[in-house]
């Protein structure tokens, strides 16, 4: 009986890996391995935990931060952007990286919806840079890792999955992610900077003449307008937040409005704009909820065979202690993230072992950024990274796959750094929130 809940959750991941559908492969396993141990009442376990989901206020919202991000992309908020700051530090080597790392950052803490900004960031960056003379694997590797940061810079929507399943609160995820999150940003552009030093000649300034030519009209009003717009989202959003004057859930709400408003601002919302943001939000939406219904009933069938209790005898046996513990967590969620969306990460694993982690009296809050940082990071890694799939997907002929993973590799040893020191000094992560209460 003690092998029950490993072999359960062993054909799973084999379900998985052969290429199942993760919503039905959790749903339907558990309802076959349910009615065994259950029988019929469990249908009636099954109804009120699906009926907990659905009332819980926290999710709502992920829907809504998917449509501000879908919306924002509809908006050509982005592009302009990208130009104006593209310009703006154009005379530096490395200016045109460095603007792309800027206004990835806006639209992380703007959107929050990593796919979303690294297509959008693709389609906008990469042919300039390449067109400019840029490094093949340095242009691909910034939009890669800059268009990533929707994972840990609220409000993020990893973040908002990852309090609803371990039971935290969002707020306090958001405000403990700001330092990582922005530190992660600062890293960015120090490599940026110390590789246009020893390389040059790959990242060269954009011409005297053109810029000249942009600095010649209102200049001032171009750069105002050009961050103004995404600023007051980004100030709408996170300060109701960090304030206390609103929940993630009702900023979430403004934010959709305030994108929506934007986007008519730009006279770019007509129904037809409407229907495709809605549409792409509802899909979304509808996949997530799919697998945290999946996953709910895999939650309710291994605790049934006493699989937290299993995972906590295992860890007792083995004498790990509680940082190894957390090391064993992050490399299995690193790897699985190679193969697995990290919603499915965050609602297949994330509930197996947050038993062991109150157990051993370690803070949820520092936890769940680590394990946001770690699925950012297993989002970068070659050969399966799910970003470099995205920004390969919308790349031009010229750009390769293996350029695409050269590039990325210092980013992933940055981030691999930051992640280091996060364990190192909680403090990093802790002390933002503590200062806000």
Not at 240 to 250: L, Y
């Amino acid at each position: 009986m003690d092998a029950l809940p490993l072999l359960f959750f062993l054909l799973a991941l084999i379900c998985l890996l052969v290429g199942y559908p993760v919503a039905f492969t959790l749903g339907g396993l558990s309802v076959v391995v349910g009615l065994w141990l259950f029988d019929l009442d469990f249908f009636y376990l099954l109804a009120l935990r699906t009926y907990g989901i659905m009332n819980n206020y926290v999710l709502i919202a992920v829907p809504l931060f998917v449509y501000m991000g879908m919306m924002l992309e509809r908006s050509g908020i982005a592009e302009r952007l990208l130009e104006t700051m593209a310009l703006l530090f154009g005379r530096i080597p490395g200016g045109l990286a460095i603007s792309v790392v800027v206004v990835g950052t806006l639209l992380a803490a703007s959107t929050g919806v990593v796919g979303a900004t690294v297509v959008t960031m693709g389609l906008i960056s990469l042919p300039t840079m390449l067109k400019r003379g840029y490094g093949i694997p340095l242009a691909a590797g910034t939009i890669a890792a800059s268009g990533t940061l929707g994972q840990i810079i609220p409000p993020s929507v990893v973040l908002v999955l990852l309090g609803s399943v371990m039971g935290v609160s969002v707020g306090q995820l958001f405000t403990a992610a700001f330092i990582p999150g922005f530190s992660l940003v600062g890293l960015y552009l120090l490599y940026i900077v110390g590789y246009a030093v020893v390389y040059p000649a790959r990242v060269p300034p954009i011409p005297a003449a053109e810029l000249a030519a942009f600095r010649s009209g209102n200049f001032w009003r171009q750069v105002l307008m050009a961050f103004l717009l995404p600023m007051s989202l980004i100030v709408a959003v996170l300060g109701s937040i960090f304030f206390g004057i609103a929940s993630p859930t009702e900023a979430a709400a403004v934010g959709a409005i305030g994108a929506s408003l934007l986007t008519l601002l730009q006279g770019r919302l007509n129904l037809s704009t409407l229907q495709q943001v809605m549409r792409s939000t509802t899909h979304i939406t509808v996949m997530v909820f799919l697998v945290l219904v999946g996953a709910t009933a895999f939650s309710l069938v291994f605790r049934a065979l006493k699989g937290d209790d299993y995972l906590i005898e295992l860890i007792q046996a083995a004498n790990l202690s509680p940082y190894a513990f957390l090391a064993l967590v992050m490399v299995v969620m690193f790897v699985a993230g190679f193969f697995i969306d990290f919603i499915e990460i965050i609602f297949i694993i994330v509930p197996v072992v947050i038993p062991s982690f109150k157990a051993m009296g370690i803070d949820l809050v520092w936890v769940g950024v680590l394990m946001a940082m770690n699925l950012q990071t297993s989002f970068l890694t070659p050969p399966f990274g799910f970003s470099l799939f995205y920004l390969k997907g919308i790349a031009p002929p010229q750009v390769r796959t293996a350029d695409i993973y050269r590039g990325i590799i210092p980013f992933v040893i940055i981030q691999g750094i930051l992640l280091v020191a996060i364990i190192c000094y909680p403090e990093l992560v802790t002390w933002l929130p503590k200062q806000l209460k």
